[in-house]
């Protein structure tokens, strides 16, 4: 049995996450079969590319229907968790709505380009996946789109504005950033998603 399974849907960066698995020892299973959602261990649910597209696999899948009813530990990233949002304004999509806060586009702001591109601090945790990360550490980020500052936000990153660097409610977890490029501290957040 795989560790950790991955949704399979119309989102790059799958590659990514497999590498950043294998280097913490961590066997994996890529899947759009509901079924074999519905059994697995632990799910991750990464993502780079346009949210309207990507629900719209999802969709077609059937995987909006079983998606936000998961019980076992979930972790989105990037647009992963952009998908788990109530709606996302890129595309004006209705998403899975696993948390109940909007997708919204930067603000258009002299001094800051979009997207943001780059490395950017984390600060005020709450969240037991930063457990051995010190305050502010820093992750990868690229993005035009941020879910603002909410009940569910574990994590603060700022550009332009203060906003959810990391949102958690119940079993899902969700990180703006590519955990999986984030070097140390996105390796220490994969071993402390496996030990959930």
Not at 45 to 58: D, I, N, R
Not at 64 to 89: A, N, R, W
Not at 99 to 110: A, G, L, R, S, Y
Not at 150 to 161: K, M, P, Q, R, S
Request: net charge negative; charged share 20%; proline share 5%.
């Amino acid at each position: 049995m795989a560790d950790v399974t991955i949704i399979k849907y119309n989102a790059g960066n799958v590659m990514s996450v497999m590498y950043a698995l294998e280097r913490i020892g961590v066997s994996y299973h890529l899947t759009d079969n509901p079924e074999e959602i519905l059994a697995a261990q632990k799910i991750i649910f990464p993502g780079v590319g346009e949210a309207s597209t990507a629900m719209k696999s999802l969709v077609d899948n059937g995987l909006d229907k079983i998606i936000p009813d998961l019980k076992q530990p979930f972790l989105g990233t990037c647009v992963g968790m952009q998908l788990l949002c109530k709606h996302s304004e890129e595309g004006d999509v209705e998403c899975l709505g696993v948390f109940d806060v909007p997708i919204i586009k930067f603000p258009k702001t002299e001094g800051f380009k979009i997207p943001q591109t780059g490395w950017n601090n984390l600060y005020n945790y709450n969240c037991e996946l930063l457990n051995g990360i010190k305050e502010n550490a820093y992750v990868y980020y690229n993005h035009s789109f941020y879910a603002p500052l909410c009940e569910n936000t574990v994590a603060t990153t700022d550009y332009i504005l203060p906003y959810s660097g990391m949102l958690q409610k119940d079993n899902f977890y969700a990180c703006q950033f590519h955990s999986e490029i984030s070097g140390d501290v996105g390796e220490q957040i994969f071993k402390n998603f496996m030990n959930l």
